[in-house]
């Protein structure tokens, strides 16, 4: 019984260092700008804003298993052809991928599941930025950055048909 136990706590040791390993080694703002070009003369327009969002996802590889990936967030908030404001954040976060993460799902990992983990933090650094400019407050809707990397591999994979069929 007792043999029992020390193969099974053995078999369940050997599984534990089998197990894909992540970790978030550190998040950080990496930059952050504000601008509102056309203030004070803005705040006396009819508040009827157009708000447009850019998104950028970057990664590199700093070591063997650490990586960094930057998610920038770019938020242009214009009334008529006036910008009232021009917010940008590059969330930044190391994280520790594993040698076990199968190298198939390292881009993924990089490009969808840390920017999901960065975006709360750059979301809500633009609420607090917008807020601090006294424009009402600006809450960003989830992203789905699954979504967003199955989306960017099917136009690359469009791209690749074209040009052999060229």
């Known amino acids: ?10 078999a369940q040791g050997a599984d534990q260092q089998q197990e894909p390993q ?7 703002v990496k930059d ?4 509102a070009p056309n203030s004070p003369a803005i705040f006396k327009k009819e508040w009827k804003p157009n708000v447009s969002v850019d998104m950028n996802v970057s990664n590199n590889k700093l070591e063997d298993n650490l990586h960094e990936v930057v998610l ?14 021009l917010c940008e954040v590059s969330q930044a976060g190391i994280f520790a991928v594993g040698s076990q993460v199968p190298e198939e ?10 920017p999901n983990i960065l975006f709360p933090y ?7 930025l917008v807020n601090r400019g006294t424009f009402p407050q600006l809450n960003l ?6 979504a967003v990397y199955a989306q960017h591999l099917q136009q690359q994979q469009a791209a690749e048909g074209q040009k052999l069929d060229a």
Request: aromatic share 10%; with cysteine; hydrophobic share 45%.
């Open 1 to 10: 019984m007792a043999e029992e136990q020390q193969n099974n706590a053995a």
């Open 22 to 28: 992540f970790a978030i080694q550190r998040i950080y």
């Open 32 to 35: 952050v700008s504000f601008e």
């Open 72 to 85: 920038t967030l770019t938020v242009k908030n214009t009334i008529g052809e006036e910008t009232a404001f």
């Open 105 to 114: 799902q390292l881009p993924q990992l990089l490009a969808a599941f840390c």
């Open 122 to 128: 750059a979301r809500e650094s633009i609420a607090n």
């Open 141 to 146: 809707a989830p992203v789905n950055f699954d």
